[in-house]
């Protein structure tokens, strides 16, 4: 990213920390992101005025962080949104923070924080509570989680706009697919809303979130992440519907994904794209050719990476798609040989990776559950040798950043706040639902009890969860229920193996290349509930059908 401040930016590490303790000043850390257009207009407006980066290059050591590219220093320090602007003592602690500062903010804001380190010093450090607070509240798995997020939704629900709360509108791709299962009408109007108002119609792709309850004030940047689970999503709400307009926005969104965020050099996807002249998306199509593109973020990090390959591969296992599999197949490939290493997801493809002790990269949580969620979906559709992959992510995840009966989200190691543990909610939910697909898939009950344990740590606070952790009530309910399971003799691909990818509803699992079957034969099961078996795709459902009933 170019920089257009006159701020002697520092790297986040020792070095930097260091030199704040010796000097005996105040940390400024500024957390960014190529694609935030607030962040882009602060460095133009505020860090590039002469006398506030005088101001900042004498009486404070300035970090530049990319949240992308550093998620656990994010974690720690985000002040709600970016950019957050974040005052530390020279250990880590918080002395105070904003978010966007214009001239007149930044230079009351620096004042006041001299003033408070000449008379507190780090005395006025402090901790953030989700750090200090270190063991979350377990319980009992029951029906009431899931009745308890039906209700937060339907208490959530905008009648008149759709989706979910008041502003800003984000997409929710948990909460559309919880609800899918469980309220169609509510989901099916959700899912109206944001094809309609984020999708963009010229380019495909979705927009990041909108500002306003009625969906306008569009955030026009476009994040790898949140496409490749919305693709997931909308795919899903095809499969439930059988309707078109699920459908494209999946298409549209996966040719965005293979053209404009596909990084040939690295045979994988990027990782965002940047708003560019937010005039330029209301152009007519003409115009738009025209204009410049928004510039895009070549990095590539496993976790979005993932999120896609798993969005990909949902839409090609209910449409038998050849661009969605051929693309998710090679990111998978580069995912496979050029992150995994010993069960543990690099962060980036190349740079910005944090290294353990060994000089080995670092596990973090976000990136191995979202790694064994795409192994564990091109098992289920495309390839069943990836389970060795699968299985070394799951127990290196265990082994090294299991704590108690929940997980980490990284070694409790480094520099500032990164030494403290944090136990991110959605994370251990999506490690969770990932294990329990695992299970499934392998037979090995070892990872269910994970997976169970992990939801169960966090039980106690179950009725307080909003509806952006949706995905733990889904994840509840499969294990209360024991999840569907459709088990094929055949290898994937084959007419019966293709047919019960497309049955019942997407919590399924499929299981192909099952060896306890006769040849050419499937069975469906939920619980201790087992059909008989079924030889032509007609009879599979027929035994579907039965199960659920």
Known sequence: MDDPTRVEWREWGPDAFDEAAEADVPVLLSLTATWCDHCHEMDRETYAEPRIAANVNDSFVPIRVDVDRYPRVRDRYNMGGFPSTVFLAPDGTVLTGAGYLGHDGMRQVLDSVRTMWDTKGSGAGRVPRPLREDSPPAGELTGDVESAMLGQLTETYDEVAGGWGQSPKFPLPDALEFALKRDREMALRSFDAVGANLLDEYDGGFYRFAADRDWSGLQYEKLLDSNGALVRAFANAYLHTGKNEYREPAERTIEYLTTTLWNDDADAFANSQAPGDGDAHALDATDRAAADEPP????????????????????????????????????????????????????????????????????????????LAALTTAASSLDTAVLEDATGVAD??????????SFLDGPATGVGLVDRPLRPLDANVAFADALLELSVLTGEERYRDVARETLEAFAGASDRFGVQIARYATATAR??????????????????????????????????????????????????????????????SERVQTILE
Do not use: C, M, W
């Not at 290196?396 to 009966?405: G, Q």
């Open 296 to 371: 895009v973020d070549d990095g590539v990090f496993a976790g979005p990476n993932a999120l896609a390959i798993e969005g990909l591969l949902t839409y090609y296992a209910y449409t038998d798609d050849e661009r969605a599999r051929r693309y998710a197949e090679r990111a998978l490939a580069t995912l496979r040989s050029d992150l995994i290493a010993d069960g543990v997801a690099a962060h980036a493809l190349e740079g910005d990776i944090e290294f353990d002790e060994n000089g080995e990269p670092t596990p973090l949580l976000t990136n191995q559950a979202r790694t």
């Open 396 to 405: 290196a995840t265990i082994d090294r950043l299991r704590d108690e009966e």
């Open 479 to 540: 294990i209360l229920e024991g999840p569907l399971v459709i088990r094929v003799a055949t290898d994937p691909g084959t007419d019966l193996h293709r047919a019960a990818l497309r049955l019942a509803d997407h919590e399924k699992t499929v299981v192909p290349d099952a060896g306890d079957l006769e040849s050419k034969t499937a069975r469906v099961e939920r619980g201790e509930t087992v059909s008989e078996p079924a030889e032509t795709p007609e009879e599979l």
